[in-house]
């Protein structure tokens, strides 16, 4: 998730803010720093902005703060938030807190540092429990601050946030309601660079109008709304599609909203720009033209329906006048742009060659696209394909990045918080994939790493920031990496830690700070460099022969050896023990803190994790009594999961960030009759579970990558899948025969792909009581459990 932004000189740079301690990267993107500032919206419209952001954020104190909007000049040449005392907050009706900002992010951030650390407070996202206030005074009563004040700086420019891909996983179907909660809490955490990527489908139509190319040549171009981060990579085409004309003109209409919105507060948002992915329908059009038709991505047979989509090679004329109209259509569209776009022509696409010159003349293609558009445009990358594509060697790395003045392309370190390249490249903080339900975190690495980056030797970052693959989940993990925008040591993390209790809760709680003490050395404290896709069995049933399994039975808890499996295995790097004693403290710490959201949502987090990771040793117990044809067994352990599957479905149910219901009923919501609302909900379910094209018998090779810890989900999906399962070693045993995968495949596809097409409405609202389901599954599975280090 930490995301490392830097500019490229001779190898990539990291996503950084920087004050006083400015890098070499700094230093090279001043003119655009500066083009920027002169652009900025009006110090009038920003004020507003951040005012009504507080009155919707803490109504009862909008009176407290004034907001002053001040120059670079006043912050020592740098953006900063400065906070003092009203000189006249005696007086009847007086502001309290004056808070002074270079743009409206900064005067929000200012609010939520002096929320934070004077009252105690702590912003979330409401699935993840809210914000908690209550330990704010009242107004009137505000705590004061020390002789003159505060002054904070921020020690690289930008504060970078989004995946190219969150847009499908989390955003999907917001309407505005929820588009400008999250704009809030972006400013409020101090982000301002995102990317806005929403509605661009609909320039696309405009652009390639010009180009002959009809809206129905783009039916197939285009993905469906849960798919559109793939087509727009040019993964894949048509997969849950064709987007109607009423989507096209709604998102359209939403993204102007949005930039709107993030203009007034000072924001820099990202726009896209042309990667080279063109319909099919261009080769027609222009016969002459270099078109490339790319290899299959992850379909099962290498359909043509849905993969092998083409590219138009950035050496021939018409990539530059495409690219140079989608860049002037978004501008005559929004009325402005923040002259930085986001191209990644080669994430998850090998180039053909590896001949460095053809690389360089790419690049250098690319960004003239980009600049025939816009004269002060910079080129913005992700760098994921540096750490996971072993193509990108130093020669093709080099290539790419000198075929760009120096300046103009600022390249994100996408895993920086596991595995950082800024040594050769620049960090970010990737953290999650496919917004996979899952307590994760290497807070150490949160807490020092943007530091490090910044003061290595020939520093390039510019920036820092979150690039997730999905949000709403881990919030410790985001406020700490939201905090570290405009912090210039490494923190301590074990006593940032101690107080995060306190404000998560809003008071103090003994067992609740021991606890978080346990979370931060065990399932934050992930040191062993994997990706945490979740691969719980629950959520990633094994689609394998059972016989594959090989059992450990000489540790102390069977586990599977340490050989290759044909699967991928859950993933595990702390005391489960650990975590249960935790969970335990947790519980008992429940009648204090009964009431509180904050502490409900990481109860049921923490109560899920722990049965999660049993329900991986209880499946191992089931493979094991098959291996010794105990039939018994078998059908009592089986059993057992089942109903613990159902039990963690009625936990997962007693708080609304663990619901199914709200992701479906919000994409029939942007339908505007009945066959868009099954094509929405069935994009909206096929996400979750198959993903991507499957046979009668062979599944998606995507399958559960987008998988949900989800009340609704459990119950209804996952249960009669591993009950399938069951059924079929049962018979294996009674018959005598070897067991039978291609009839497992076969019914547990069938029961997905008829889930998939179901329209059987889930809650949108918690029911139960999370603390005392909590303690009764802690005691039914956990309590004598026997679970050991592993």
Partial sequence: MTVYVAVALTTVILLFTAT???????????????????????????????????DRFIPSHSS?????????????????FMISNHPYSNLLGAPEIIISGVTGVELLSGLHWYLKNLCGAHISWDKTGGSQLSSVPKAGSLPRMKDDGLLIQRPVPWNYYQNAVTSS????????????????????????????????????????????????????????????AWSRMANLHGWGGPLPQSWLDQQLAMQKKILTRMYELGMTPVLPAFSG????????????????????WFTVDSNPRWCCTYLLDATDPLFIEIGKSFIQQQVKEYGRSSHIYNCDTFDENTPPTDDPEYISSLAAAIFKAMQSGDDDAVWLMQGWLF?????????????????????????????????????????CMLHNFAGNVEMYGFLDSVGSGPVEARVSKNSTMVGVGMSMEGIEQNPVVYDLMSEMAFQHNKIDVMKWVDSYSSRRYGKFVPSLQEAWNILYHTVYNCTDGAYDKNRDVIVAFPDVD????????????????????????????????????????????????????????????LTRQALAKYANDLFLDVIEAYESRDSYSVAYLSEKFLDLVDDMDALLASHEGFLLGPWLESSKQLAVDKEQE????????????????????????????????????????????AAIYFKYLKESLATGDRFNLQGWR????????????????????????????????????????GINDH
């Fill in 387 to 427: 750490a996971y594509d072993p193509y990108w060697q130093p020669p093709q790395m080099q290539a790419l990045l000198h075929a760009v003045p120096i300046g103009k392309m600022i390249v994100l370190d996408l895993f920086a918080e596991v595995n950082p390249i800024w040594t050769t490249s620049n960090q």
């Fill in 546 to 605: 059972p016989t594959v399994y090989s059992i450990n039975r000489f540790s102390t808890k069977k586990s599977l050896k340490d050989e290759d499996e044909p699967f991928d295995k859950p993933h595990l790097w702390y005391s489960t023990s650990e975590v249960i004693r935790a969970l335990k403290l947790f519980i008992e710490g429940g009648k204090e803190l009964s009431r509180s959201n904050t502490y409900r949502y990481d109860l049921v987090d």
């Fill in 277 to 296: 992915n063109v319909p099919a329908a261009l080769k027609n059009v222009y016969p002459s033209a270099k078109i490339t038709r790319l290899g299959n």
């Fill in 169 to 228: 996983y989390t955003f999907a179907w917001w309407d505005w309601e929820r588009w400008e909660k999250e704009i809030d809490w972006m400013a409020l955490q101090g982000i301002n660079m995102p990317l806005a990527f929403t509605g661009q489908e609909a320039i696309w139509q405009k652009v390639f109008a010009k180009f002959n190319i009809s809206s129905s040549d783009l039916n197939d171009f285009f993905g469906g709304p849960a798919f559109l």
């Fill in 746 to 785: 076969r019914e547990w596809i069938k029961l997905t792909n008829e889930w998939q097409n179901g329209r059987y409405v889930y809650p949108v609202k918690s029911e139960g009581d999370a603390l005392s389901i909590s303690q009764r599954l802690f005691d039914k599975y956990l309590y004598d459990s």
């Fill in 64 to 80: 407290s703060f004034q907001f002053n909007i001040i120059t670079k000049e006043q912050c020592g040449g740098v953006s900063c």
């Fill in 678 to 721: 099954k094509q929405y909900e069935w994009n909206a379910r096929t996400q979750i579970t198959m993903w991507f094209d499957n046979t009668e018998e062979e599944a998606s090779l995507l399958r559960d990558y987008g998988n949900k810890y989800w009340s609704g989900l459990l119950r209804d999906y996952y249960g009669p899948r």
């Fill in 20 to 54: 006083h301690s400015s890098t070499i990267g700094v230093e090279y993107v001043f003119r655009l720093l500066q083009v920027q500032d002169r652009e900025r919206a009006p110090s009038s419209v920003q004020l507003s902005a951040a005012r009504a952001v507080l």
